[in-house]
């Protein structure tokens, strides 16, 4: 994440970025350049005293707030590199929020003739640039800008996000506009996401594969007295403790910090949210190593109504992002009830299920699926299983509460060994899992069916194998009150 800087009012003495191990931020090149008429171009990091990584955006931004800039395209990249920039954008133009369709077409047409005419302009190749995507919210636009934008030698792809769309949390249509632009440009090239707002929706947008972004929100914030958290905002005339305990906020109450003179209470509190925003970043990387940002997205859900939206939308994509899911992770993933019904992982357990090669005509044994796994190992299955595991006229498969059926050959696989889930017991979810064990069992075309039967569950499975086909044999047998030695007997004895 880039700290948005600007350029004639630094509030952060530079000290604090080295610090606190930030190494990277961007500024604008446009404002630069306005406030410093007449003066040579300089080293862009003497200008802000800062050895790290310097981003600089063209001033495009301010095409959106004024209609226009004094400064031609060509003339604002060769500034960009007379000042020694890292990381450029080229000026391109920026849909906006109210644009309409033909608008934004237009808009998307004239970014790719200014992305040709600076990519003619540029001189050096060792300034990474960024190449906008434009379109705003008409994701087809967006779709026609990063395919056409992606044709193009940019180092750096960029998606604007309309600061309205976050102020009026229209996640969704951010979500549709991230998702088109992923779609179209090269994946091996990064996706920076423009004015990314707030920490706390941090995970939902590197969830759809942005990977840098910039925030000036840490700053905004502060300007109007407000303290940003993970979970959401807080105003500090209302904080009483301080949760975080960051450099600044270990060191100073909410009560000494509102008797401060403004700019030094706005310096304050802009440095704590800036150090939330990386925190929130390291929890992130943290999570993906462990293979558990869709987990930190459902946990973020709870925080705030509208990243229930947020996330309903992204799992409408799951199939799309299912594609870059690991396949296998170091550690199981948690399914919390039915949110967790469409996470990635899920969706690919039920389209490969289908394709696993399957022996039709056996009898099948239904087993519960209880919380220890792999399945099989549960004490009370195991001498079931054990008895039968070597019979070629049967097959075992287990019904369960996160994945539904999980036939034995795929208990020990990757993720259901190590699923940590929680039966809710809603009689809902009971039926609907029935059905996907029933619509199993009916692929396998079995001579008959033992169904180990135990609580709710196994009821709704009964009632689902009864309605199936009439020509299914299902053979009963309830778990509770029969010892497992007992039931595989009587198995075998009807086995044929
Ligand atoms: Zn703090």
Same mark, same amino acid.
């Given at each position: 994440m880039f700290p948005v800087?600007?350029?004639?009012?630094?509030?952060?003495?530079?000290k604090f970025y080295r610090e606190a191990g930030i190494g990277a931020i961007m500024t604008n090149a446009y404002l630069l350049k306005r406030g410093r008429p007449g003066q040579p171009p300089k080293d862009i990091h003497d200008t802000l005293d800062f050895k790290g990584t310097v981003a600089t955006d063209s001033g495009a931004y301010q095409i959106l707030e004024y209609?226009?800039?004094?400064?031609?395209p060509a003339e604002i990249v060769a500034y960009q590199e007379k000042i020694d920039t890292d990381i450029g954008v080229i000026l391109d133009f920026p849909t906006g929020f109210h644009s309409d369709a033909r608008r934004a077409g237009w808009t998307v047409d004239e970014t790719v003739r200014r992305a040709d005419e600076a990519l003619k302009r540029?001189?050096?190749?060792?300034v990474l640039w960024v190449g906008p995507v434009q379109g705003g919210v008409h994701i087809k636009e967006v779709a026609r800008s990063a395919v056409e934008m992606g044709k193009?030698?940019?180092?750096i792809f960029a998606l604007g996000s309309p600061t309205e769309l976050m102020e009026a949390q229209r996640f969704d249509v951010l979500v549709d506009m991230i998702v088109a632009a992923k779609k179209g440009l090269p994946h091996s090239r990064p996706l920076h996401l423009f004015g990314?707002?707030?920490?706390?929706m941090f995970p939902f947008i590197v969830a759809l594969g942005c990977d840098m972004f910039d925030s000036a929100a840490y700053a905004l914030y502060a300007r109007r007295g407000r303290y940003l958290t993970s979970d959401g905002t807080q105003e500090l005339a209302e904080i +009483? +403790?301080?949760s975080c305990m960051c450099r600044i906020c270990d060191r100073t109450t909410p009560g000494e910090m509102r008797r401060l003179d403004l700019p030094e209470k706005e310096q304050l509190l802009s440095k704590h949210n800036l150090l939330a925003c990386f925190s929130e970043l390291r929890r992130i990387r943290e999570a993906i190593r462990r293979g558990h940002l869709w987990d930190l997205l459902e946990h973020r859900t709870y925080a705030n109504p509208a990243f229930k939206k947020f996330l309903a939308k992204i799992v409408q994509h799951s199939p799309f992002l299912e594609r870059f899911t690991?396949?296998?992770?170091p550690r199981g993933i948690s399914h919390f009830g039915e949110a967790s019904d469409d996470r990635p992982e899920m969706v690919r357990y039920h389209v490969r299920r289908a394709r696993v090669p399957v022996e039709r005509g056996k009898s099948v044994v239904l087993l519960p699926g209880r919380?220890?796994?792999?399945?099989? +190992?549960d004490p009370r299955n195991l001498p079931i299983v054990s008895k039968l595991?070597?019979?070629?006229n049967a097959s075992i498969c287990f019904y369960t509460v996160p994945f539904g059926p999980v036939p034995m050959e795929l208990d020990e696989t990757f993720p259901l060994a190590q699923t940590e889930s929680f039966d809710t017991r809603e009689p809902t979810m009971y039926e609907e899992r029935a059905r996907q064990v029933a619509a199993w069992v009916k692929r396998l075309s079995p001579k008959q069916v033992f169904l180990v039967s135990e609580g709710q569950y196994g009821g709704a499975l009964r009632k689902e194998l009864a309605g199936a086909t009439r020509q299914l044999k299902v053979i009963r047998i309830q778990?509770?009150?029969?010892?497992p030695e007992n039931t595989v007997s009587s198995i075998i004895q009807r086995l044929r």
């Amino acid at each position: 994440m880039f700290p948005v800087v600007d350029p004639n009012l630094p509030i952060i003495d530079p000290k604090f970025y080295r610090e606190a191990g930030i190494g990277a931020i961007m500024t604008n090149a446009y404002l630069l350049k306005r406030g410093r008429p007449g003066q040579p171009p300089k080293d862009i990091h003497d200008t802000l005293d800062f050895k790290g990584t310097v981003a600089t955006d063209s001033g495009a931004y301010q095409i959106l707030e004024y209609g226009h800039v004094g400064v031609k395209p060509a003339e604002i990249v060769a500034y960009q590199e007379k000042i020694d920039t890292d990381i450029g954008v080229i000026l391109d133009f920026p849909t906006g929020f109210h644009s309409d369709a033909r608008r934004a077409g237009w808009t998307v047409d004239e970014t790719v003739r200014r992305a040709d005419e600076a990519l003619k302009r540029i001189k050096r190749k060792d300034v990474l640039w960024v190449g906008p995507v434009q379109g705003g919210v008409h994701i087809k636009e967006v779709a026609r800008s990063a395919v056409e934008m992606g044709k193009r030698p940019f180092s750096i792809f960029a998606l604007g996000s309309p600061t309205e769309l976050m102020e009026a949390q229209r996640f969704d249509v951010l979500v549709d506009m991230i998702v088109a632009a992923k779609k179209g440009l090269p994946h091996s090239r990064p996706l920076h996401l423009f004015g990314a707002g707030h920490p706390s929706m941090f995970p939902f947008i590197v969830a759809l594969g942005c990977d840098m972004f910039d925030s000036a929100a840490y700053a905004l914030y502060a300007r109007r007295g407000r303290y940003l958290t993970s979970d959401g905002t807080q105003e500090l005339a209302e904080i +009483e +403790e301080f949760s975080c305990m960051c450099r600044i906020c270990d060191r100073t109450t909410p009560g000494e910090m509102r008797r401060l003179d403004l700019p030094e209470k706005e310096q304050l509190l802009s440095k704590h949210n800036l150090l939330a925003c990386f925190s929130e970043l390291r929890r992130i990387r943290e999570a993906i190593r462990r293979g558990h940002l869709w987990d930190l997205l459902e946990h973020r859900t709870y925080a705030n109504p509208a990243f229930k939206k947020f996330l309903a939308k992204i799992v409408q994509h799951s199939p799309f992002l299912e594609r870059f899911t690991p396949t296998v992770k170091p550690r199981g993933i948690s399914h919390f009830g039915e949110a967790s019904d469409d996470r990635p992982e899920m969706v690919r357990y039920h389209v490969r299920r289908a394709r696993v090669p399957v022996e039709r005509g056996k009898s099948v044994v239904l087993l519960p699926g209880r919380w220890r796994r792999p399945y099989h +190992e549960d004490p009370r299955n195991l001498p079931i299983v054990s008895k039968l595991a070597n019979r070629s006229n049967a097959s075992i498969c287990f019904y369960t509460v996160p994945f539904g059926p999980v036939p034995m050959e795929l208990d020990e696989t990757f993720p259901l060994a190590q699923t940590e889930s929680f039966d809710t017991r809603e009689p809902t979810m009971y039926e609907e899992r029935a059905r996907q064990v029933a619509a199993w069992v009916k692929r396998l075309s079995p001579k008959q069916v033992f169904l180990v039967s135990e609580g709710q569950y196994g009821g709704a499975l009964r009632k689902e194998l009864a309605g199936a086909t009439r020509q299914l044999k299902v053979i009963r047998i309830q778990a509770e009150g029969s010892k497992p030695e007992n039931t595989v007997s009587s198995i075998i004895q009807r086995l044929r």
